[in-house]
């Protein structure tokens, strides 16, 4: 479950707080809260559902419902159709206390929430929050403000609205002269006093039940899509006498849907740079934001480093003091204190207090560097456990291994953990020396203290404090180039030598 209630998001629908009476009613009348999430997502262009694809590691529908679950409302409905399964899982996933509604065959939002409101208990009372799947960037405080107008009032809805330099494709916000909502007009249906309004409607509406569920009867097909549309309802109520209002909020971005990979990119974009703020002012250093990603469910502790071109992604932890960069990606990794890791990508590894990574090193999942040890560089862990003080500087892979304390691993090492049909384990003892290009052939064990030497391959075990090595005579040819690769420029190099002299 993604528990965030995002607190990075710092846009309000007005840019003031509610007063302490108006807050006090906020206790008294309850909440429901519909999340529509029945669209297609045609324009995204992709077999992924449009709801389900990832922004800062959560799903897109999983920013509204932790949005939803900020608001402590007394019930949540999300309303479900294209990708049914799928929609549902997630929400079951990231607020399983939500109750999911599948829209029938009757198209649009208008249809979808008279289907939510028909899921409350008969003697809910309160307001309805009306919310779509597809805005990430809608915060919680964003609706708490849009909540506390509605109720300060006497209005049957109140909607959130948005004012843009170029309103091209809204549905527009036509005020009466008292400054109520009289229609929201479509893009399509504007005349050219219409066009010319710039405020537009945000797709988020606050609805006194009783009102509602009274107009919702009213609502028809009977337009250009064949739809029953939310939006009809404000012109329901205005006939009906009811007063409408309308809140705009102080910053546009907040109420953007993401229909495409362009808008998804955008704001993406907008939440790390959210995000990146939140932990530069709880006293993380980020050298550079713009080349800088960071998810939400990512923890980092005061005087964290983070250079250039770095990615931290899903649950990973990083604490005091130390640095990840440049040009690293970590996922699900934990990185101790004044520990540093440059140029790497891991994923469910474990790095020490004080341990050194990189630079270009490849820590596979169950890596396990313990505190002042070393992973080097071009080195490769998976399923490694590496003690305390321990060092695998350069050129190595270390699969499916348990080194000890204070160990060195010569440079070029291969630990063999693969038979060609089962996996099989090294056991490396404490204060271990291995010479350069070794390679130790699984399951095999080294004892503590022993040596190895340059070249050599461990078949059986090494006991404590021995000297493993496995040595063929060295035979040289005396003038096979000049015999066998006549006419040849190291042929005619050697012929042209200086014999060697052993004693130099």
């Known amino acids: 479950m993604t528990d965030h209630t995002h607190d990075q998001h710092t846009t309000t629908a007005n840019g003031t707080a509610a007063d302490s009476a108006t807050e006090g009613a906020a206790h008294v ?35 509204v419902l932790a949005t939803a679950r900020a608001l402590s409302a007394e019930h949540v409905v999300t309303v479900v159709r294209h990708e049914r399964d799928r929609i549902a899982a997630v929400v079951q996933e990231e607020l399983p206390e939500s109750v999911v509604v599948d829209q029938d065959d009757t198209p649009g939002t208008g249809r979808a929430v008279e289907q939510a409101v028909s899921a409350l208990p008969d003697d809910f009372a309160g307001d309805v929050l009306v919310v779509n799947g597809d805005v990430p960037l809608l915060d919680s405080e964003t609706l708490g403000q849009l909540l506390a107008r509605h109720r300060a009032g006497t209005a049957a809805a109140t909607i959130l609205s948005a004012v843009l330099d170029d309103a091209t ?24 006093s219409e066009l010319a309004i710039t405020e537009i409607n945000a797709g988020v509406y606050v609805f006194s039940v009783a009102g509602l569920r009274e107009q919702l009867a009213s609502l028809t097909t009977e337009n250009a899509q064949g739809e029953k549309y939310v939006t009809d309802l404000v012109g329901l109520l205005r006939g009906a006498g009811h007063e409408v209002h309308a809140v705009p909020v102080s910053q546009p971005w907040a109420v953007e849907g993401v229909n495409d990979r362009a808008q998804l990119a955008r704001q993406a974009a907008r939440l790390n740079a959210l995000i990146i703020r939140k932990w530069q002012l709880a006293g993380v250093t980020v050298q550079d934001p713009s080349t800088t990603w960071i998810d939400m469910g990512v923890t980092l502790a005061q005087d964290v480093t983070i250079k250039p071109g770095t990615q931290l992604l899903g649950a990973t932890v990083v604490e005091t003091g130390a640095t990840i960069g440049p040009d690293t990606t970590l996922v699900d990794c934990e990185i101790g204190e004044d520990a540093e890791v440059r140029r790497t990508d891991g994923t469910l590894a474990v790095v020490g207090a004080g341990a050194t990574v990189g630079p270009f090193a490849y820590l596979r999942p169950g890596t396990l560097l313990g505190a002042a040890g070393k992973i080097g560089t071009f080195v490769e862990t998976k399923n490694a456990e590496i003690g305390a003080r321990s060092k695998v500087p350069h050129l190595s892979y270390v699969g499916d291994a348990t080194i000890g304390e204070g160990a060195n691993i010569g440079a070029g090492t291969i630990f063999a953990n693969y038979d060609g049909v089962n996996k099989h384990s090294t056991v490396v003892g404490d204060e271990v020396r291995t010479g350069s290009h070794n390679v130790f052939v699984a399951p095999v064990r080294i004892g503590d203290g022993a040596y190895t030497g340059a070249g050599t391959v461990v078949r059986k075990d090494v006991p404590s404090g021995s000297l493993a090595i496995s040595v063929a005579p060295q035979r040289n040819l005396e003038g096979w180039t000049v015999a066998n690769r006549p006419g040849s420029a190291a042929a005619t190099a050697a012929e042209a030598s200086e014999p060697i002299d052993p004693t130099d």
């Open 29 to 63: 009348r309850a909440l429901a809260v519909v999340v529509l999430a029945a669209g297609q997502g045609t324009r995204m262009k992709s077999s992924m559902p449009k709801l389900l694809h990832p922004l800062a590691g959560v799903p897109i529908l999983g920013h």
């Open 169 to 192: 494709g809204y549905g527009r916000v036509v005020r009466a002269a008292d400054g109520s909502v009289s229609a929201i007009v479509e893009q399509k249906d504007a005349g050219e």
